[in-house]
């Protein structure tokens, strides 16, 4: 049996999402059209948001470059989409970083203070506050290992 991708099944949500995945290709080809040939690979994608042209560049160097052809771009999308665009902001595309979890360091309190917040509720009236810190204390009794 071969694999299918998502966007080949047909329902109501993946059908709105190939609606708005094909007009931000609409958009890209159209921001790439008016730019020089060796800016056009620099841009990675657009995305109108509210009344904001959204161009996401490959790099900050690229997105500064980018910025003297933001009146050429907003024209020409303007003009090819029935949005109201009224200002064009670049930014820079920055990768999405795979963090190994060693290296994410774990803030715990000390045994003193974890002490001090379970019995500071302990005295407390009963309330969802009481039960919740009381809770967290105990989380944070059983992170430090104690």
Not at 78 to 96: N, S
Not at 101 to 109: A, F, L, W
Not at 123 to 134: G, I, M, N, T, V
Request: glycine share 2%; aromatic share 4%; with cysteine.
């Amino acid at each position: 049996m071969a694999f299918k991708p998502a966007l080949t099944h047909s329902n109501r949500t993946t059908a709105q999402l190939k609606i708005i995945i094909e007009k931000q290709q609409k958009i890209l080809q159209v921001v790439q059209a008016v730019l020089p040939e060796k800016l056009m690979d620099k841009v990675e994608g657009c995305v109108i948001k509210e009344t904001k042209l959204l161009v996401y560049a490959a790099s900050a160097v690229w997105s500064s470059q980018l910025r003297f052809f933001s009146q050429p771009m907003l024209n020409a999308v303007k003009t090819a989409c029935d949005d109201k665009i009224e200002k064009i902001q670049i930014k820079v595309h920055l990768p999405v970083r795979d963090i190994p979890e060693n290296t994410i360091k774990k803030k715990i309190p000390s045994q003193t203070n974890i002490e001090a917040l379970r019995s500071s509720q302990l005295q407390a009236p009963e309330s969802d506050l009481k039960r919740s810190l009381l809770n967290l204390s105990k989380t944070l009794k059983k992170l430090s290992g104690a």
